[in-house]
């Protein structure tokens, strides 16, 4: 398969930066693969998981808790509020994510904000619940 | 000609400003290290940020329909971001940031522009009040902040921007210092209202991408253009705090190189004059002793 390049950043750190073959990326649409040549596109991420595939055998998982995905001619940039290593996200680390967005939702002004605080609330339980932790 | 007292006083209070020079050096030594790694590897991000906005804003200047954020109104009223440290005794660090700021404020005045200033941090309001007191439009104090994070930013970033929905100003800039080395500050200016375009080379090289966007274009600039402003000040408030301690660390650095020239060459005449009143008290003596 072709790669592509990947940079994947987190306001602290570049997390990621190389070639791959595929990125499946959480949108609040709907989870998405990247491959080479994708159509250009921005999307929002929800807090789900990146998978990176290096190679075929080689996949590298990371929890994000949300950010941005964007598609150009010249690659893939991700700009997560954080990346974690899937291995090393625990139960603590989640409740804290959930803390923060309740915090969100308790001082939300208007509807829409508030909606999106709620369903990203929902999203975090949801991805707690699937990855059993 | 001070007398021998004095002489050791003044030795002694030099000594002392010397071990606090000293002192103060290596608290901004390893605190340097700290706000530098962070300096660094805030970089990426807000890079990749600015890189991702800029492509975004060329793409839909095409289409007319601007957000305000993106493209800006007008260009009467400016915003002038001004960062500074909270502490002085950081050699021209303040200084440079403001002399920037102050310069650029002039000159926008001079064009017939109204220039209004939010300064982030004591010492640049107290450098600047003096001129433009009556444009000030508020001080954020940082002093309570032990480690800079995205929730500082965040708090600046959206006081930014409701300051530019409330219709209270047209361009927005930021004022800091870049961390190059320990030696080298560099005073920059960096638009954040309306995003800066790409220089030219680079958008030459790429074809313009017509973006698909998911959800959709509104929502996703919505919360993507507060975000950048947040990061972007962020980087500033990073880059700042890096420099800060350089500045701090050469200022420190050269006022105990001079302290300890202070004191050879006041130990010197403490010497001198120490030797010369012996000599004077012998021959005192001496002449009295042949007198008899």
Redesign the interface.
């Known amino acids: 398969m072709a790669a592509f390049h990947l ?1 994947l ?6 997390v990621f930066s190389g070639e791959v073959e595929a990125v499946a990326v959480p ?3 709907g989870e998405f693969t990247v491959l080479k040549d994708h ?6 991420m929800k807090p789900g998981v990146v998978v990176i595939e290096e190679a075929p055998a080689k996949k590298l998982r990371l929890f994000v808790p949300g950010g ?1 995905a ?1 598609v ?3 690659g893939l ?1 991700i ?1 997560a509020d954080k990346a974690l290593p899937l291995p090393e996200l625990d139960a603590a680390t989640l409740d804290v994510e959930v803390g923060n967005v309740e915090e969100e939702i308790a001082g939300a002004k208007g509807n829409e904000a508030r909606r999106m605080a709620v369903e990203k609330r929902d999203q975090l339980r949801e991805l707690r619940a699937v990855l059993k932790i | 000609m001070p007398s021998l007292k004095d002489l050791r006083n003044r030795i002694a209070s030099v000594k002392a400003t010397q071990k606090i020079t000293k002192a103060m050096q290596m608290v901004a030594a390893a605190k340097l290290r700290r706000t530098q790694t962070a300096a660094v590897s805030a970089r990426p991000y807000a890079d990749r940020m600015e890189r991702v906005l800029a492509n975004l804003a060329a793409s839909i200047a095409t289409r007319g329909q601007v957000p305000a954020l993106l493209g800006g109104g007008g260009d009467s009223v400016h915003l002038l971001v001004v960062c500074t440290a909270e502490r002085g005794l950081c050699g021209a660090f303040n200084a440079s940031i403001a002399r920037l700021a102050r310069e650029a404020a002039l000159s926008l005045m001079g064009q017939g522009k109204t220039v209004k200033i939010l300064c982030v941090g004591k010492k640049g309001h107290d450098i600047l009040r003096r001129q433009f007191g009556g444009q000030i439009i508020e001080v954020i104090d940082l002093r309570a902040v032990r480690t800079l994070g995205f929730g500082d930013a965040d708090a600046i970033g959206r006081k930014i921007v409701a300051l530019h929905q409330a219709g209270e100003f047209d361009v927005g800039t930021l004022y800091f210092s870049r961390f190059k080395s320990v030696i080298a500050q560099i005073p920059t200016a960096q638009q954040l209202i309306p995003v800066a375009a790409l220089p030219p080379e680079e958008k030459a090289g790429q074809p313009r991408a017509a973006y698909e966007y998911e959800p959709d274009e509104e929502e996703i600039l919505a919360a993507l253009l507060p975000r950048n402003i947040s990061i972007q000040v962020l980087r500033a408030l990073l880059e700042n705090a890096a420099s800060e301690q350089g500045a701090r660390m050469s200022a420190m650095d050269s006022a105990s190189r001079n302290a300890g020239e202070m004191i050879k060459k006041q130990t010197m005449t403490y010497n001198r004059s120490r030797q010369a009143m012996i000599t004077k008290e012998l021959i005192e003596i001496i002449s009295g002793a042949e007198a008899l």
């Open positions: 940079e950043v987190s306001p602290e750190k570049l949108g609040t649409e159509a250009p596109l921005i999307a929002m941005f964007e150009a001619p010249s940039t700009l």
